[in-house]
């Protein structure tokens, strides 16, 4: 319901409250009363009526409810009720904050009905229900000035409320999208993870079946060594599948923690599909932290693999140098260059270098092939 609608209800119950407890004699002025006659009646409709607009025009609706009540009061009507619109009025510009209005009202209202007092020639009677006046208008001020702190204070709760709720909801936001984002880390994770160990596995596979069968029509004795080696490769791309499978299920952590210390184990599988490998250590070895020794294995693995897929029976030379700053790992062939389009590969190593602060180029060597070399921060091992 708007505030119109709930100050006209006002000004309408207010009116049928005070003529019937008029008529009724419900309150006592002094013995020089009136009857109510349809002037004294004009009077109260006006004052209660004034209510309708005790919001929307607060201060001309206490000033007519005023007048009303005074002139009321001098013609010696009957009853204090008439005074109640301006009351009303006084109290509501209370509330809205407008306190002086409020108190130069109830001085507007005070000071002619007690002068109308004072000048009369008999003493104020005994029972005279406007003797209750000034305190009922101290009171108008006092409760608006309440009421108006409470309601001040409600909102501010409110406002703190809503606050305290949008903070929450954006917090909730923030975590729903840290969520979706570490999906999406986890996500890439995996699908590195996997490209790098079963593309290398794949392209031992394919090389080693080529190879067998090539053989089975001019050496068909070793044929064996070929399949052995295609059934390493499988079962060295089962091991890292279930390793990596592992590390999703939090059943076996240490399993998909490939590092340098594996190195050895890929050379010899690339030397096994042909290549011919120069596995070389500079530097002091020394224990790196997990995901940098992790992103230096996964780069070594996929340069070995592109030198498979696409550099032919290439001489490769692996080397990693390690100092107080970071390890450096390089790998570079002699092969020709392939005429694969693009891939994810040096994409991939890219990533995985960046990821733990480091760098890597690729590109043609100097002296024909390809490198690949990338820069890894040692972190706290330095």
Known sequence: MDSRRTD???AVGSLVAIVPATYANLSWTGPY??????????????AALSLAFRRSAPLAAGIVAAACGVVYYAAHYPGVFAAAPALASIYTLAVLGRRGDAIW????????VYGLMALSSDDPAAGNWMMLLSGWLVAMVVVGEVTRGRRAYLHAVERRAEAEAERAREAERTREEAALRRAGEERLWIAQELHDSLTHSISVVNVQAALAMELLERRPERVKEALAAIRESGQEAMHELRATLGVLRQSDPEGAEAGLSGLPRLVSRAEGAGLRVAHTVSGDPYALPPEVDRAA?????????????HAGAAAVTVAVAYDRAKVVLLVENDGEPGTAGPGMGLIGMRERAVAVGGCLTAGPGEHGGFTVRAELPSGAAA
């Open 8 to 10: 006209t209800l006002i």
């Open 33 to 46: 009363e009136r009857p109510l006659d349809p002037a004294g009646l004009a009077l109260i409709t006006i």
């Open 105 to 112: 009202l109830a001085l507007g209202l005070a000071v002619p």
């Open 297 to 309: 294995y996964r780069i070594a693995q996929e340069a070995l693999t592109n030198v498979l897929r």
